[in-house]
């Protein structure tokens, strides 16, 4: 399975796992309004048909939005994007390069200063942050970007899944200059 279709799968199943609940509440009023009849039945398996839809539209949704974020950055788009913590290396980044671009950002905040460097990032316009750590090893010149979901950005959240792998692509592009 390639990685993409992975990611797929499991937004997939994320999604279906959301709207169950939803699903069985109108599944089960429909019952209770009308008794097991034929328009209960029929409304049941509308409400299904609906919550499969929604679900197979929304992954597409969020797997294309995450290979797009992703684009040209030489990070690879697989299931595990949407884990809470994403880590990534650079190179050809000096520390001081990365003290400018996190304190210019304006998408950062509570930025420390350092080896390693501490900061919030909001990948969306609400109040929800990511918490990043960014290190720099002189000795082989690499630098180490760590990227961990808030409270606001769980993995429970729909909306907000692939939180820290949107943070980590946006810093990136951030650090490198693009």
Known sequence: MTPRRGLFVRLLRSGLADFT?????V?????????IAWRALGEAAQAVTAWLLLS???AAWRTRS???VARGL?????ADALNGTQTHTLTGIPLARVRA???????ASEVRGGNPVDFRWRPFRSRASADGT??????????HVEVRAGRRLGADVLLFRGAAFITLCQLVRTLEGG
Not at 27 to 35: I, K, N, P, R, S
Request: charged share 20%; glycine share 14%.
């Open 134 to 143: 960014v290190a720099y090893v002189e000795s082989t010149g690499e630098t």
């Open 66 to 68: 995450l290979v797009r």
């Open 74 to 78: 030489g990070i690879e788009v697989s």
């Open 21 to 25: 609940s939803p699903t069985v509440i």
């Open 56 to 58: 197979v539209l929304w």
């Open 27 to 35: 599944c089960g009023l429909a019952l209770v309004d009308d008794g």
């Open 101 to 107: 671009g996190l304190g210019v950002a304006r998408r």
